[in-house]
C-alpha cells in the first residue's frame, strides 16, 4: 500500500476530502510517524522539533483488492485517530496502546485514510479534579488520555511528540482460517516436570487442532465456548533461564488444523517465584528455584522519531545489553509498550523483562468507567502480545504514582487507589499467571520511596549526592532504578554528533543534558559533585581549564561510581536483590542518562557495568579497620575452581605484598574473604592505621582459571584519590595483529598501573574499555566492526590514552601483523 500524509489545521476537514485532493502530501512509511516521515521530507529537525499535537494529520493509503469481506488490523495509532474506507467511517481510537480489528467490505479500488486529531484540544478538556499534580510532563490533561509520555518530558527526551501509525496495519481476508483469544502458559513445577497449556478460538474451520511443542503433541478439547484447549507435559526439556544463570532454551509451539498448520511462537519452562527475604518485606526474584541478582537498565525506545519496535531495531541494543552481562531491562510507565518482536529478542538473548503498564506518576481517574474500559481492553491487548514469552518476569501497576502522592504529603488511602491494587492485578493475574505483578515501582517501605523494603528507586547515590557509602546504609532491597548520571559518549559520538560544541554552558551542550523540570540543577552538576568527591578535582575550573581532560574524567567517574556500588550490592551478605540503572539508551547525542549513546556506541559508563555484571566476577570492598573485603561470585550452573590472587603495589608497579589461594565456586553461590586471608598476616591493605606514609598505592586482585591460568575477572583498590589521576611517565607497549581469517586485536603491556586506558579505534567497537591496567600479563583487546554491513575500512591509527599517562599513544594501523 503506498501513503501520503498531509498536516492541516485543526477542523480543517471534518470527513475525508475526495481521494487524492488532501493538500501538500508527503511520501509516508505505515508503521511509521509523522515525525518520521516530515524528516525524511526535509520539513522536521529532530534536532529541533516542533509541536506536532496542534495539527490534524491525514493519511492515505490506496490499494486494490478482491473485492469482499475482509478483515482490517491496526496494531496502534497514535492517538486520537479516525479511520475511512472509501469515504465510510470505520473505527475511532482514543488509546494509542489498543489492537483494532474491523471488518470491512473491499472494492477493486480502495482509499483507506487515517485521521489524526489534534490532541492539544484534548489535554486542556475538564477531567475529575486530581488529588496532585506532578511536574514530571507539561500537560496535567495527559492524565485523561491514553498516550505517551515521551516526548511530554523536557529535560529526560526530545520534545518529538508521537503521531501516526505506529504499528502495522494489514487486511486479510474474513473467511480465513484463524486463530484468535489465544491464551499459552508454560511452566516448570519444582521437580523440573514441565508442562505448556494452550487455548485458542479457532475460526472458519472445522478441523480439531493438534497441538504440538518439543517433540510432543495432544488433540485440543473443544471447551463449551467453542474454544479448544490442550496440555503438553514434554519430557527431556532444557529450562530457560537468564543467560548469566544458564541457557535461555526455547521451543516452538504450532497448531496443526488439517492441512493448516499455525505457529504460536517461541517459548521456554521456567518457574518465577518473589523472594521477600527471611523478614518478609524485601524483593527480589528465583528462576526455576535459584536466586537471581538481576542487573540491567531501564529502556527507553530503540528508536524515538518513528518507534520502531521491528527485529532490526531493537537488535543491536538488545544484543549490547545482553554483552555487558545485563539480565533484566525495565520498560517503565513513561515509555510505551514494545512489540513482540521486542519479547521474542529478550526470549532468545535470555534477558529478563520488568514490564510496567503505561502509567506514571499522575493521579488517573479510575471513577471513570469510560476510561477503565479503555484501560482494561489496553492490557488485555498488550498482555496478549507476549502471550507465552518466558522473558517477561514483572508486570507492574506503573511508575511513581505511589511516590508522587506520598511526597505531596497525601495520605496512604489517598494515594493507594484501585488502578493499581485492583483492575491491574485482576487482568494480569487472569492473562499472564505465570509472572509476579508489583503494583508500583516504587513501593512497599513505610513510604514507598524507603529503599530498604520493598522496590526502590534509589538515587542516594547520584542525584541526593550521598556518599558511597549510602548504598550499603540504605539497605536497598531491589532498585527499579538507580545511579542515574550524566553519561559522557566517546570522543568520536561527539565529535560526529555534536562538532564544535564544548562542554559546560555552551546551550547546545546543556540542551542534550538531563534534568529533572523545574529542578535548579542538572545531571551534570551530579557528575561533577563525584568528580570532586572521589578525584578531588574542581570541575568548574577543570572544564574551562581543560576541557578535554574535564570530559576524559567525566567520562571515568560515573563508570567507577557504578562499579563500586554494585560490589556493594552484589557481595554476599548485601539485602540487595537486583538494581536496574537508569537508563539504557540515550534518545539524543550529548551526556544523557543512557549507557548507550544515541549512535549506538557504548559508552565508557558501559564499559564499566560489562565489569561490574560478569557472571564469575571479583569485587572488593573497602572496610576501612576490617581491612579488604574481597567478593567472589559463580552466578553459572557448573562449579568452577579458580585461584585468587592479590598484589599491592607501590608506584603502579612495585609489590610490596602479595599473596594467593586456592577456590572451589559451587553453582550460583557468593563468598567473602579478607585480603589477609590471601597474604597470611597484617598489611595495611585500605591504608586505615595510617602508620607512616602510604606503602602502596594500587591493589589488584584477579581470579585466574584454575587449570589454564586464564584471568576470568579482576578488581583494583586505590587506597589513594589522586592514584587515579596523577599523570606520571609510564611506558607502554602495543602489539597489533589483524588476520583476514580472524579479528583486529591488540596486546597490551605496561610497566606501572594505568588508570580507565581508552581505546579508540574509529569504525570499531572493543571488546573492553575504560579499564585499569596493571604489570603482568598482555591483555588482548579485540575489536568488531561497528556496523557488520558497513563497508571495509582501515583506520590510520589506534589511539591509547590513561587518565594517568602522559599523551596519547598513536600505534600505526600499518603494525599490525599479517
Not at 568452577?640 to 590472587?645: P, R
Not at 579508540?760 to 566492526?785: D, M, Q
Request: some cysteine.
Amino acid at each position: 500500500m503506498d501513503w501520503t500524509l498531509s498536516v492541516t489545521e485543526p477542523g480543517t476537514f471534518e470527513l475525508p476530502p475526495a481521494a487524492g485532493t488532501l493538500p501538500d502530501p508527503v511520501p509516508a512509511a505505515v508503521p511509521g510517524t509523522v515525525a518520521g516521515a516530515l524528516t525524511r521530507a526535509g520539513l522536521f529537525d529532530p534536532d529541533n522539533p516542533v509541536p506536532l499535537h496542534g495539527k490534524d494529520v491525514w493519511y492515505e493509503g490506496r490499494f486494490d483488492a478482491e473485492p469482499g469481506r475482509y478483515r482490517l488490523h491496526l496494531d496502534g495509532l497514535a492517538t486520537v485517530a479516525e479511520v475511512y474506507l472509501n469515504g465510510e467511517p470505520v473505527l475511532k481510537c482514543r488509546n494509542m496502546f489498543r489492537k483494532f480489528q474491523v471488518p470491512v467490505d473491499l472494492a477493486e479500488r480502495n482509499v483507506l485514510t487515517l485521521c489524526f486529531r489534534a490532541l492539544a484540544p484534548h489535554l486542556t478538556a475538564k477531567g475529575p479534579r486530581a488529588r496532585w499534580k506532578p511536574q514530571l510532563a507539561t500537560s496535567q490533561g495527559l492524565r485523561l488520555v491514553r498516550t505517551t509520555l515521551l516526548g511530554h518530558m523536557p529535560g529526560w527526551c526530545p520534545e518529538i511528540h508521537a503521531v501516526g501509525p505506529y504499528r502495522p496495519i494489514r487486511i486479510e481476508p474474513e473467511a480465513a482460517a484463524r486463530i484468535t483469544e489465544k491464551q499459552v502458559l508454560a511452566d516448570l513445577a519444582p521437580d523440573g516436570r514441565a508442562r505448556l497449556t494452550v487455548s485458542l478460538k479457532l475460526e472458519n474451520s472445522d478441523a480439531v487442532p493438534v497441538l504440538e511443542c518439543a517433540g510432543c503433541a495432544a488433540e485440543m478439547v473443544r471447551r463449551e465456548d467453542g474454544s479448544f484447549a490442550a496440555s503438553l507435559c514434554p519430557a527431556g526439556i532444557d529450562p530457560w533461564m537468564p543467560h548469566t544463570h544458564g541457557t535461555p532454551a526455547l521451543y516452538e509451539i504450532t497448531v496443526q488444523a488439517e492441512d493448516q498448520r499455525f505457529g504460536l511462537g517461541k517459548t521456554g519452562f521456567r518457574r518465577l517465584e518473589v523472594d521477600r527475604g527471611e523478614d518478609g518485606t524485601g524483593f527480589g526474584l528465583k528462576v526455576n528455584g535459584i536466586s537471581v541478582f538481576c542487573r540491567g537498565a531501564v529502556w527507553t525506545s530503540a528508536d524515538l522519531l518513528n518507534l520502531s519496535g521491528g527485529p532490526d531495531t531493537c537488535r543491536p541494543l538488545l544484543e549490547a545489553a545482553r554483552d555487558a552481562g545485563m539480565n533484566m531491562l525495565r520498560i517503565g510507565g513513561t515509555m510505551i509498550y514494545e512489540t513482540r518482536a521486542f519479547f521474542e529478542l529478550c526470549d532468545e538473548l535470555g534477558l529478563l523483562v520488568w514490564q510496567d503498564f503505561q502509567f506514571a506518576n499522575y493521579d488517573y481517574p479510575v471513577k471513570d468507567d469510560a476510561f477503565v474500559g479503555e484501560v482494561r481492553a489496553e492490557v488485555r491487548d498488550q498482555l496478549s502480545d507476549s502471550m507465552g514469552s518466558p522473558s517477561l518476569a514483572v508486570v507492574c501497576g506503573g511508575s511513581e504514582i505511589y511516590q508522587q502522592g506520598a511526597m505531596m504529603g497525601l495520605p496512604e488511602n489517598r494515594w493507594k487507589r484501585p488502578l493499581c491494587e485492583e483492575i491491574l492485578p485482576e487482568l494480569a493475574v487472569a492473562l499472564r499467571p505465570d509472572v509476579p505483578y508489583a503494583p508500583n515501582s516504587p513501593c512497599g517501605g513505610v513510604l514507598p520511596f524507603s529503599p530498604n523494603a520493598g522496590i526502590a528507586h534509589y538515587y542516594g547515590v547520584g542525584a541526593y549526592l550521598r556518599p558511597l557509602e549510602d548504598a550499603r546504609r540504605a539497605e536497598v532491597r531491589f532498585a527499579g532504578e538507580c545511579l542515574a548520571f550524566s553519561n559522557v559518549p566517546c570522543r568520536q559520538s561527539l565529535q560526529e554528533g555534536l562538532p564544535s560544541v564544548r562542554p559546560g554552558h555552551d546551550p547546545r551542550w546543556k540542551a542534550r543534558v538531563p534534568r529533572d523540570r523545574g529542578a535548579g540543577w542538572d545531571f551534570e552538576d551530579v557528575r561533577d559533585h563525584y568528580l570532586k568527591d572521589l578525584y578531588g578535582v574542581d570541575a568548574a575550573a577543570l572544564r574551562t581549564g581543560d576541557p578535554d581532560r574535564y570530559l576524559d574524567l567525566g567520562r571515568a567517574v560515573t563508570g567507577e561510581v557504578m562499579e563500586r556500588t554494585f560490589a556493594e550490592w552484589r557481595r554476599g551478605g548485601s539485602s540487595c536483590r537486583g538494581a536496574l540503572v537508569w537508563t539504557l539508551q540515550d534518545l539524543a547525542m550529548g551526556a544523557g542518562w543512557g549507557v548507550i549513546d544515541a549512535a549506538g556506541r557504548p559508552k565508557p559508563a558501559w564499559y564499566a557495568l560489562k565489569r561490574a555484571f560478569r557472571p564469575l566476577q571479583v569485587c572488593l570492598t573497602d572496610e576501612g579497620t576490617n581491612g579488604l573485603a574481597i567478593h567472589v561470585i559463580n552466578e553459572r550452573p557448573g562449579e568452577k575452581t579458580v585461584t585468587l590472587a592479590l598484589t599491592c603495589l607501590r608506584d603502579g608497579q612495585v609489590p610490596v605484598a602479595s599473596g594467593q589461594k586456592e577456590l572451589v565456586l559451587a553453582p550460583h553461590s557468593a563468598q567473602s574473604l579478607n585480603a589477609v586471608d590471601l597474604i597470611g598476616a597484617f598489611f595495611d591493605v585500605t591504608y586505615a592505621y595510617r602508620f607512616g606514609p602510604p606503602s602502596h598505592d594500587v591493589t589488584l586482585v584477579r581470579m585466574l582459571d584454575r587449570e589454564t591460568g586464564t584471568v576470568l575477572a579482576e578488581a583494583f583498590h586505590f587506597p589513594l584519590a589522586d592514584s587515579v589521576t596523577r599523570v606520571s611517565k609510564t611506558a607502554l607497549g602495543a602489539q597489533i595483529t589483524a588476520h583476514s581469517d580472524g579479528p583486529l586485536a591488540v596486546q597490551l603491556a605496561t610497566e606501572a598501573t594505568l588508570a580507565a586506558v581508552t581505546l579508540t579505534l574509529p569504525g570499531y567497537v572493543a571488546s573492553e574499555n575504560g579499564f585499569h591496567l596493571a604489570p603482568g600479563p598482555e591483555k588482548e583487546i579485540v575489536f568488531r566492526p561497528e556496523r557488520p554491513d558497513a563497508p571495509e575500512t582501515v583506520p590510520e591509527r589506534l589511539e591509547i590514552a590513561a587518565l594517568n599517562m602522559q599523551g596519547v599513544l598513536a600505534v600505526p594501523l600499518s603494525a599490525a601483523d599479517g
